[in-house]
């Protein structure tokens, strides 16, 4: 690393070539009439799509170690992938699988169970979720709502109960990764989705390319995965990588967006000329691109934290999250505003990023909750 | 990686760096020794040719050296002559022949001779083309007529840079050339300009009959808005060389006071400041990433943005800042026109925040920042102009 050269924020040319492969395949496989038809199927989803992902392109697991049968590139090249899915709305198992559950995998002391688990999972054939209680951005221990119960010798077996809800991916999910209360804390459960006395039903979400599930388990036997030791990590691991692919996912989101805006200011005429002459149309476009740019700095500076440890992981997610929700969704609604009443349209897809705006900055928890953990990292420490 | 800048690499001009630097101790040797010497390394702008200051390297370079100045104990190089390393010397390296560029650049390097910027005027603020300021031919030379504001520095400046109109009968971009003027020419009055902070760090300058030498002229006569603009860009990338650290800048004013006053806090202010926080690092970590993109060949739309953002953060810290004083926000300490440039004292903040009133309107305001930003990084079309193809006289002004 020679002086004067940042550690972070360099793209280099196998990332370039990355980021125009996903797009490109984003752009024949998934355009928007195809997210339209998926989003409207009852699944939400089309596992043809994801397994081409997987085994074609081969881009589900960059981020898992090579130890763990992954291709180790790293988070930064995770992130390139969530922006690209992002910006196209690509519907599948991206939150549950990519931006939880494997990264929850990749710290499982056990590696065997883990590296069996996301073999199958980032060619694409296996959708797993991560059950856990983050909907405020970090584990939560006192909101676990399934319990866990050892049936007969030490070790030997557990069944779990109760109900978690809004899970994501819960209802395509065959592998669900669930954290319950024991009578020593909390631990992380292999449940699979054909479990008895599992049910999955789906939720009808705003966010028709994000779904959710309420899942009841009553008594459903489980295997242990991790101790009451690990489960917090694990948890803590995966809401900080989920916090920064969710944000790459939305900085992806917000781009696309501030791209429609600028074309269709530039083409649509009124009193005889490009509303992007406007000043009060020009000036809103600029300000969804400085804040597209800075979302961008925080996004790719949390997956280069995470990466490299040039950041305190905690911190570098919470900035994330705190303020690039607030980006797609402000960029998407400014998006709205400046189509006019075409952008209030069901033709248009604006209402999708304004939808998908609304449920990536509620997964992993809100802004505030965000700008809360940054408060007490920075001014109460 | 590019391999044309193979002989010149990150090491060998930290290395140089360092050689200044060791030979010429910053703080027990005079500046100007310390920036002469700086200055015949190549090191004031690496990327000048060799002998004006110069080692034909890199631009992206640059930063490498400043901050071996830095770890040393030295200035950052443009702080000995802001508007001199900001915008003069790349004009001068691109349109004054080497001899006379070499001539002018050491003691601008060094400080020994200050520069201004004659640009401005009364009636041209954003609309900088339209200035009003006659140039009229005079023999070998020409005579200049008009009035000039927002200059800082003027009392203190050997040499100004100056746009003078030197045809009206064309649209206004066409009539204009671009001189260097000393300072001390007869017809050149310097009165100072008092601002909101009592402080008078700006100067109307008057030229009345001022006879510029026809060889002080830079660039072709009629070319002078396009020799301005060829450093504009200089100036925005500039911007960029610097690492922050983590809380530093405007926001460590702020940070430093709510650390000051606990009996204050309460979970409003704590919300204010933390989205301040969150601001500072968008704008730190934004700045980071356009001097990465800048190093490797592909300024993107980021260095744009920085200005803009910078500025009207540092306007909302020192909002924050009165309101976390309270009833002290009220006073002001001294609006003495001598009062020192590094703010300091009891009511260094409220100071600092009249003074932050300005950042929204020096280099641009943001009005003009957004449209630039529209214009040039999102390639929307520029407004209708009343004035646009008119010959210059013909402009309602």
């Known amino acids: 690393m020679s002086e004067g050269v940042g550690q972070e924020f360099a793209f280099d040319e196998d990332l370039l070539e990355l980021r125009r492969m996903v797009r490109e395949f984003c752009q024949e496989v998934s355009p928007e009439d195809v997210v339209r038809t998926t989003m409207e199927t009852e699944s939400g989803w089309d596992p043809v799509l994801w397994k081409r992902l997987g085994s ?19 988070l930064v090249a995770s992130a390139i992938v969530l922006e690209e899915l992002g910006a196209a709305l690509v519907c599948g198992p991206v939150v549950g699988t990519l931006a939880l559950a494997l990264p929850a995998l990749s710290v499982l002391p056990d590696h065997e169970t883990a590296g069996e688990l996301m073999a199958d999972a980032v060619v694409g054939e296996r959708v797993l979720t991560l059950v856990a209680p983050l909907a405020g951005g970090t584990f939560d221990a006192d909101a676990l709502s399934v319990s866990a119960t050892s049936s007969g010798s030490a070790g030997a077996g557990w069944t779990l109960h109760g109900v978690a809800d809004h899970v994501p991916d819960g209802a395509i999910a065959d592998t669900l990764l669930v954290v319950a209360r024991t009578s020593d804390g909390a631990a992380l459960f292999l449940v699979d989705a054909a479990a008895m006395g599992l049910t999955a039903t789906p939720l009808t979400t705003m966010d028709l390319t994000r779904r959710q599930a309420r899942l009841e388990l009553d008594d459903v036997p489980a295997r242990l ?35 429609r805006t600028v074309e269709h200011a530039r083409t649509r005429l009124q009193f005889g000329q490009a509303i992007g002459a406007f000043q ?102 | ?77 443009r702080t000995v002559n802001t508007i001199g390393y900001g915008i003069v010397a790349g004009t001068i390296v691109r349109h004054v022949p080497p001899v006379t560029a070499n001539r002018l650049l050491r003691p601008l390097a060094t400080g020994e001779e200050l520069w201004c910027q004659l640009f401005s005027e009364p009636g041209a603020g954003s609309d900088l083309a339209g200035l009003a300021t006659r140039a009229v031919r005079d023999g070998e030379g020409w005579r200049v007529n008009g009035q000039k504001v927002w200059t800082s520095l003027a009392h203190k400046s050997a040499w100004a840079v100056l746009l003078a109109r030197t045809d009206p009968d064309v649209p206004k971009h066409q009539g204009l050339t671009y001189f260097i003027v000393e300072m001390t020419t007869p017809g050149i009055e310097v009165r100072p300009l008092r601002q909101i902070t009592g402080r008078a760090s700006f100067n109307e300058v008057f030229l009345d009959e001022v006879y510029v030498p026809d060889t002080q002229r830079l660039g072709d006569v009629g070319a002078g808005w396009f020799v301005a603009n060829s450093t504009l860009g200089d100036e925005r990338t500039s911007l960029g060389d610097r690492v922050a650290a983590r809380s530093s800048g405007t ?119 957004r449209n630039v930003i529209g214009e040039r990084v999102l390639k929307l079309p520029q407004e209708i102009r009343n004035d646009k193809g008119k010959p210059w006289k013909e402009i309602p002004r």
């Not at chain 1, 991790?226 to 916090?243: F, N, W």
């Not at chain 2, 050689?19 to 000048?48: I, K, N, R, S, T």
């Not at chain 2, 976390?324 to 006073?331: D, F, K, M, T, Y």
Request: some cysteine; overall charge negative; aromatic content about 4%.
């Open chain 1, 280 to 381: 009060a149309v020009k000036h809103k476009c600029a300000d969804m691109l400085m804040a597209v740019e800075q979302a961008r700095s925080l996004a790719y500076h949390g997956a280069w934290a995470l990466q490299d440890g040039t950041d305190d992981p905690a911190l570098a997610a919470a900035l994330a999250r705190a303020v690039v929700s607030e980006t797609y969704f402000r960029v998407s609604a400014t998006a709205m505003q400046l189509h006019g009443g075409s952008g209030f349209t069901w033709e248009l897809p604006i209402h999708l990023h304004l939808k998908r705006a609304v449920s990536d900055g509620i997964a992993l928890g809100s802004s505030e909750d965000a700008v809360e953990r940054v408060a007490r990292l920075v001014l109460d420490a």
């Open chain 2, 1 to 77: 990686m590019t391999t044309d800048s193979s002989t010149l690499d990150a090491t060998a001009v930290a290395s140089l760096a360092r050689q200044v630097v060791e030979a010429h101790p910053p703080g027990q040797v005079p500046l100007v020794e310390l920036m002469g010497a700086w200055y015949d390394a190549g090191l004031a702008w690496v990327h000048f040719p060799v002998g004006r200051g110069g080692l034909d390297a890199p631009r992206a370079l640059q930063p490498v050296a400043n901050r071996v100045m830095r770890d040393a104990g030295g200035p950052e190089p």
């Open chain 2, 251 to 369: 926001i460590a004013d702020a940070l430093e006071l709510w650390t000051a006053r606990p009996e204050r806090h309460t979970p409003v202010l704590r919300d204010r400041l933390a989205r301040l926080w969150l601001r500072a690092e968008s704008q730190r970590l934004t700045a980071d990433r356009a001097r990465v993109s800048a190093v490797r060949g592909n300024p993107g739309p980021e260095s744009a943005i920085i200005k803009l953002v910078g500025s009207e953060l540092a306007q909302s810290v020192y909002e924050f800042c009165l309101d976390l004083l309270g009833p002290e926000a009220a006073l002001v300490d001294t609006y003495s026109p001598d009062a020192p440039d590094d703010v300091s004292g009891p009511t260094a903040l409220q100071r600092k925040f009249l003074r932050s009133r300005a950042t929204t309107l020096e280099g641009g305001t943001s009005e003009i920042m």
């Open chain 1, 225 to 259: 995965l991790a101790d009451e030791l690990a489960t917090p990590g694990i948890c803590e691991h995966a809401a900080q990588v989920g916090a920064v692919l969710l944000a790459a996912a939305q900085v992806g989101g917000a781009q696309a967006m501030l791209d």
């Open chain 1, 56 to 74: 074609e392109l081969g881009v589900l697991g960059l981020a898992v170690p090579e130890s763990l049968g992954g291709d180790g590139v790293g």
